[in-house]
């Protein structure tokens, strides 16, 4: 950690990443440039700051407060140990209009989407102080926005986005998603709709996504640039098939638990065939991420009683849920729950990941942390010889395997986007506790 006269010969550096709508890669963005950051020889300290996030996939962290699963990972990729800190205020949605709301790791209440306006004015000061706080600690704090940042119907409660950034001084940038179409028109709309006073906190533009020859942009690139002034940082290029961990995201679900091919890997003929019951509230995709990366493991979600008949699946999990009373109405109304008795008796196993999961009244559970290699592959060893099914376990351990992703998504922004650039850009920001404020 740098002392106090370092970080004042340096600067306390602050960088802020909305995105044109939700999806644009945001999350992914915070990730890559915390750990590209955390990298360099003159940035001593990093950190993630998300002042308001919406999800009910979410992390305990050692401090006892709930954060999102991106924010922990982004921290992992800054070296830090996550806290509630990093992510405040967490809207955990109990149902489609309503939200259990927690600050600082404490519930408290509950709030449906119009009157939560009043609430969130009220949490403004909060999240521009919880913020002060963090970059006086860290040299450099990478903070994620939410939802798309001109939703102008909803700028004079938001205390994420660019409101935030005015508030605390804080320069930011505009990830786009391309491979969508409508990228120049979703730039240049963010921009044009937004009022002087947030206009003029947006210090650059990234395209994400991008598939192809980056030249075809060359002409678009700097139109845009003539258009609004604001330059085009770079072009990130689309990940391809590389397995991203620890998503939060409902997007990239599905994606998760696509078929892989692990190159240079044998593919089994029998794959271990593992049914995940998709509840709602899922706590964290994150849960899953040890047996993604196992080449003889083949996961798909199951959401029918049949998905878990011994002919189908050799294992059921029940993953961990934020709402476990939403989780067994959903089990009851599908007939999961008597499928999950007589899986039971009859098979396949059944594996809850938490004992915070939803209780039926089940006895004798399979029980394994699937983070320590070497009890997940006991564990999975002995499945596959009661199944007569296939497992050869993977090379690569967990946690190298996810620091290995986060290397991956720091060698991608060094190699598309001025990683100086934006370090000189972040020093810009005011110093902590000179703040304009709201």
Request: proline content about 6%; overall charge negative.
């Amino acid at each position: 950690m740098a002392s106090t006269t370092e970080h004042a010969a340096r600067g306390s550096g602050a960088l802020l990443v909305v995105g044109a709508t939700s999806g644009a890669g945001k999350s992914t963005l915070v990730t890559a440039l915390c750990r590209a950051f955390a990298r360099r020889a003159d940035v001593a300290g990093v950190a993630p700051f998300k002042a308001q996030n919406m999800s009910t996939h979410t992390v305990r962290t050692a401090d006892g407060g709930l954060i999102g699963v991106a924010q922990a990972m982004q921290a992992r990729a800054a070296g830090v140990e996550p806290g509630a800190r990093m992510g405040p205020i967490l809207l955990c949605p109990t149902g489609s209009r309503s939200s259990r709301v927690i600050v600082l790791g404490k519930e408290v209440g509950e709030s449906d989407a119009l009157s939560y306006a009043d609430r969130a004015r009220t949490l403004r000061p909060l999240a521009l102080e919880t913020l002060t706080g963090l970059r006086s600690e860290h040299e450099l704090v990478v903070l994620e926005g939410a939802g798309g940042a001109a939703e102008i119907n909803l700028l004079e409660r938001d205390l994420v986005n660019l409101p935030l950034a005015a508030a605390a001084g804080v320069p930011a940038v505009l990830v786009v998603d391309i491979e969508r179409g409508g990228a120049f028109a979703s730039a240049y709309g963010t921009w044009a709709l937004l009022p002087e006073r947030l206009r003029s906190c947006l210090k650059g533009f990234v395209i994400n996504t991008f598939r192809g020859d980056v030249r075809l942009l060359d002409s678009g690139l700097a139109d845009l640039e003539q258009r609004t002034g604001i330059p085009v940082l770079g072009v990130l290029p689309h990940l391809g098939d590389h397995l991203m961990l620890g998503v939060e995201d409902s997007l990239d679900l599905d994606r998760m638990l696509a078929p892989k091919v692990t190159a240079g890997a044998r593919q089994p003929s029998a794959p271990l065939r593992v049914a995940v019951l998709q509840i709602p509230r899922l706590a964290d995709p994150a849960d899953l991420d040890p047996l993604v990366l196992e080449p003889s493991v083949q996961l798909r979600w199951a959401t029918h009683p049949t998905d878990l008949s011994p002919e189908l699946a050799d294992l059921v999990i029940v993953p961990r849920s934020s709402s476990p009373e939403a989780t067994e109405t959903w089990l009851h109304e599908r007939g999961l729950d008597a499928a999950l008795d007589q899986a039971r008796t009859a098979g396949p196993r059944v594996l809850h990941l938490a004992d915070d999961a939803v209780d039926l009244d089940a006895v004798d559970l399979d029980a394994v942390d699937l983070t320590d290699d070497a009890a997940r592959r006991a564990y999975l060893t002995r499945l596959a010889r009661e199944s007569g099914r296939e497992y050869v376990a993977g090379d690569t351990a967990y946690g190298d395997a996810v620091e290995a992703h986060l290397d991956h998504l720091g060698d991608w922004v060094e190699a598309h986007l001025d990683i100086p650039r934006l370090l000189q850009l972040a020093r810009t920001a005011v110093r902590p506790g000179q703040e304009p404020g709201w």
